[in-house]
């Protein structure tokens, strides 16, 4: 089992930036990928960003640019680095570990982190 526990979300202005963390905590050697993903009130929730344990990257055209996913092994964290933060970036976000045994995968979510963009 794999817990996941994100910090760091809250009210910004437009242009703004926020630091989310994501604390992973369980068996986390088994975890092959790391991602943030967001869900706006009355959308689907959509990837944001994902990593590799190769430490292979891969971003959703609509934050391409404007944020980094990034990790600290020693802390057991997972970082999600936003810059340039507009209106349309409100909505929850959400921490994911993918375990990936063929053919099945197992995915992992934290309970949420509410990011609000407004002036």
């Known amino acids: 089992q794999v817990q996941l526990v994100e910090s760091g979300g809250g009210l910004v202005q437009p242009g703004g930036s926020l630091r989310l963390s994501c604390a992973a905590s369980?068996?986390?050697?088994?975890?092959?990928?790391m991602g943030w993903y967001r869900q706006a009130p009355g959308k689907q929730r959509e990837l944001i960003a994902t990593?590799?344990?190769?430490?292979?990257?891969n971003y959703a055209d609509s934050m391409k640019g404007r944020c980094t996913i990034s990790r600290d092994n020693a802390k057991n964290t997972v970082y999600l680095q936003m810059n340039s933060l507009k209106p349309e970036d409100t909505a929850v976000y959400y921490c994911?570990?993918?375990?990936?045994?063929?053919?099945?995968?197992?995915?992992?979510w934290g309970q949420g982190t509410q990011v609000t963009v407004s002036s």
């Open positions: 994911n570990a993918k375990r990936i045994v063929i053919p099945a995968i197992a995915d992992y």
């Open positions: 369980g068996s986390l050697s088994s975890i092959n990928i």
């Open positions: 990593l590799t344990q190769g430490g292979s990257t």
